[in-house]
């Protein structure tokens, strides 16, 4: 009898917890729990008795099963370790969780929009975990000889799918109501050197990529490598297939064998809209006379990363009262690129660095003489104003001869896994669709 008086206390002090911390405490969006499947205290306790007969005999309290409750939660902009942690620990408590977990984490570095989940048995805590990146995790245990903290990277179980669709407007529209906006921006760079995504694109192209999907535990953890994409615009086919060398590393080359990479990117600005081009005369609409504009203007988000497109040095990170704040890079054969009217640079940007084609070096605002948040993206050659919508921009490295074999084999292979189901898009479905295939 005592035993059943026992465990009804334990079960229903469970209960109660788990109602206090949900109203207290909205910073944990999910339990284990739910009310409705917390078993009855009188079921629990009456099967504990007949599953168990020699409980029932001994006379000693028998050992109850400890309760173990998982609080699940994502860090919250403005979060601390402390907040999150104070429910079960006290600040001094805190404090050496901090200590044990600086080696491998550093605790104030908690992001807002990361998950973690603390464990506690019988409402102590038991364990902190946190969500690093899509990859780490950190698991900080508490044992009697005090806390331990390690990081640990996340097995993926990779399922490669093929997600395709037609374009109404834009491609991160196409993919928005099923996939990750990250798949587009992935497709945009991928395609960066012969599509501009904000001029090109026309209603009634078609997309294809077949692509790693990433899961843990059943749950989506983004995306892995493209392995194949195909791009049809206004009839021109595009594709790209990851080809790995020796060493692992790995290229898109199109089914002709030719690097899709090239010298210059289309675009500083993934999904920038061209609102003025590159022509000898035009009407300046703050200075109201007519001269020539030597650039590109991509209109996008103030705040929107402007991207090297290509790599170089640069030569001037500055501001003067027509161009705003602008960045020059110098690049190989006589070329440079300038981007003007940045609202900031990005982190670093000075005379002298060397920048990777496709880094980000500033961010869109309209600092200097511009009516609305833009970058006017320039080229020169050997000194001479270029449309940079119009260089054809020599390609990166050829396929190795004695792989040309090789990477034939694979486009043959992956060529079908591409294939765009024009019989679904006719029948008015034009979002995206994806086909899971076996895991890999
Ligand atoms: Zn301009």
Redesign the pocket.
């Known amino acids: 009898m005592k035993y059943i008086i026992l465990c009804c206390m334990i079960i229903l002090g469970g209960f109660v917890f788990f109602q206090y911390g949900l109203n207290s405490d909205t910073a944990f969006s999910s339990t284990s729990q739910s009310p409705d499947e917390l078993p009855s205290p009188l079921m629990v306790c009456g099967d504990t008795e007949t599953d168990d007969p020699e409980f029932s005999q001994s006379l000693m309290p028998p050992p109850h099963e400890p309760i173990e409750n998982i609080h699940a939660g994502t860090i919250r902009p403005g979060d601390t370790a402390s907040r999150i942690l104070s429910p079960w620990l006290s600040s001094a408590q805190i404090h050496g969780i901090a200590l044990a977990t600086k080696e491998v984490f550093d605790l104030r570095k908690i992001r807002a929009g990361r998950d973690y989940r603390v464990i506690t048995t019988d409402n102590s805590f038991a364990r902190l975990e946190y969500s690093i990146d899509n990859s780490h995790f950190l698991a900080v245990d508490l044992d009697e000889e005090g806390f331990h903290a390690s990081v640990h990277s996340m097995a993926y179980d990779i399922y490669p799918a093929t997600v395709h669709g037609v374009i109404e407007t834009t491609l991160s529209d196409a993919m928005k109501s099923s996939e990750d906006i990250t798949l587009a921006i992935r497709l945009n760079n991928l395609f960066g050197w012969e599509i501009d995504f904000s001029r090109d694109l026309r209603k009634g192209d078609t997309f294809s990529v077949l692509v790693e999907r990433r899961y843990h535990n059943d749950e989506f953890q983004g995306y892995g490598n493209i392995i194949a994409a195909k791009i049809i615009n206004r009839g021109r086919v595009h594709d790209a297939y990851r080809f790995e060398y020796e060493d692992g590393h790995a290229d898109f080359f199109n089914s002709q064998g030719q690097n899709i990479k090239r010298f210059f990117l289309k675009s500083p600005v993934p999904f920038g809209r061209i609102t003025?081009g590159f022509t000898l005369s035009r009407y300046h609409p703050i200075l109201k006379e007519y001269r020539p504009?030597y650039?590109v203007?991509y209109a996008a988000p103030t705040g929107t990363p402007i991207y090297a497109a290509g790599s170089g040095t640069v030569i001037q990170a500055t501001q003067n009262a027509g161009s705003g704040r602008f960045v020059r890079i110098r690049h190989g054969n006589g070329y440079e690129t300038a981007y003007?009217h940045m609202s900031r640079f990005a982190r670093g940007m000075r005379a002298g660095k060397k920048v990777d084609q496709g880094e980000v070096i500033g961010y869109i605002g309209q600092s200097g003489l511009a009516t609305g948040p833009h970058v006017?993206f320039r080229m020169t050659h050997n000194g001479t104003p270029v449309d940079p919508t119009k260089v054809d921009s020599p390609r990166a490295k050829e396929l190795p001869e004695d792989r040309k074999q090789d990477f034939a084999a694979l486009v043959a292979n992956l060529q079908p896994q591409l294939t765009i189901h024009y019989a679904q898009a006719d029948a008015g479905d034009p979002g995206p669709q994806a086909e899971n295939k076996s895991p890999m």
């Open positions: 003025s504009h650039g203007d003007l006017c």
